[in-house]
C-alpha cells in the first residue's frame, strides 16, 4: 500500500478557533486536513464554504508535493459538485473530493434520458479538477456498491482517473457516528485490484476501529471526533499511522 496519511476531519474542531485547531493538528502529527463540505441538501446538515477555506489555508503552509504534508482535502457532500471547482481551487484546496452519486444525479438532472452521458460524468468531473489544477478523489455512500468504480478506475487517459477513492464508512453529514464495519469490503476490493491506489476511510475511525480498516487496505485515515475530542490529540494520530503502516 502507498504510505499512511492521517486527516483529522475539522468537522469535530472548535470553530471559534479555526484557523488555530488546523494549525495545532498539523503540528501535532496530521498529515493532511479532512474539510468536510455540506450544502444542506445532498446531506442534511450545513458546514462551512469556500471564503472559511480561504481564511483557515493561511493558517497552514501549502504541500511541496503532491499528497504531501499540509494537503487540504476537501470532502465535497453537496449536490452541484462541479459548481464548485474552480471557487474552491482558489480557496486553496489541493485535493477536491466529489461524491459519484451527485455527479451521477447532476448530470441526469440536465438530461433525464441521457443516462450513457450521465455515466461518463465522474470521468468528465475528474478530468475538470485536474485542469484546475487539483488532485481528485471520488468518494461513495454506504448504499453505493463499489463496483460503480471500475469503469471510472480504468479510465484511458491518466487525466481522467482519480487519484484517491473515499469509502464512507457512516451515512455522510455528521461527526461522531458509529463505524460501519459492513464498508470494509469495499476497500479490501479495491486494495486488492489497485496496490498503489489512495484509498480513504471516513466515519467512526478512531483507536477502536483502525486495525480493520488498516488490514482491510486503507491508508487515508480520517478522524474527527476521535482526534478532537481527545486529550491528546497528536497520540491518537501516531496510534492510528502505526496500525496503517504495521
Ligand atoms: C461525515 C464526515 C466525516 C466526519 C467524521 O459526514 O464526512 O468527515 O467528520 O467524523 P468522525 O470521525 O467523528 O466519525
Ligand atoms: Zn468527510
Not at 2 to 9: D, E, K, N, V
Not at 77 to 99: N, R, S, T
Request: some cysteine.
Amino acid at each position: 500500500s502507498p504510505p499512511a496519511i492521517i486527516a483529522p476531519s475539522i468537522l469535530s474542531a472548535d470553530f471559534a478557533e479555526l484557523g488555530k485547531a488546523c494549525s495545532d493538528t498539523i503540528s501535532q502529527g496530521a498529515d493532511w486536513l479532512h474539510v468536510d463540505i455540506m450544502d444542506g441538501h445532498f446531506v442534511p446538515n450545513i458546514t462551512f464554504g469556500a471564503p472559511v477555506v480561504t481564511k483557515i489555508r493561511s493558517h497552514v503552509s501549502k504541500p511541496s508535493e503532491k499528497h504531501g504534508k499540509g494537503t487540504f482535502d476537501c470532502h465535497m457532500m453537496i449536490a452541484e459538485p462541479k459548481k464548485w471547482v474552480k471557487e474552491f481551487q482558489k480557496a486553496g484546496c489541493d485535493l477536491y473530493c466529489f461524491h459519484y452519486e451527485a455527479a451521477i444525479s447532476s448530470t441526469a438532472a440536465e438530461s433525464p434520458e441521457a443516462t450513457s452521458e450521465a455515466k461518463t460524468s465522474p470521468k468528465d468531473m475528474i478530468r475538470y479538477i485536474h485542469e484546475c489544477g487539483m488532485a481528485a478523489g471520488i468518494a461513495i455512500k454506504p448504499d453505493t456498491k463499489v463496483d460503480v468504480l471500475w469503469d471510472i478506475l480504468e479510465g484511458k487517459e491518466e487525466v481522467e482517473r482519480p487519484d484517491m477513492v473515499l469509502v464512507m464508512t457512516v451515512h455522510p453529514g455528521f461527526g461522531g457516528q458509529k463505524f460501519m464495519a459492513s464498508e470494509l469490503p469495499k476497500v479490501t476490493e479495491l486494495r486488492k485490484r489497485y496496490p498503489e491506489l489512495n484509498i480513504e476511510v471516513d466515519g467512526g475511525l478512531g483507536p477502536g476501529t483502525i486495525d480493520q480498516a488498516a488490514d482491510a487496505g486503507a491508508n487515508v485515515i480520517v478522524a474527527g471526533s476521535a482526534v478532537f475530542g481527545a486529550q491528546d490529540p497528536g497520540d491518537v494520530i501516531a496510534k492510528l499511522r502505526e496500525a496503517v503502516e504495521s
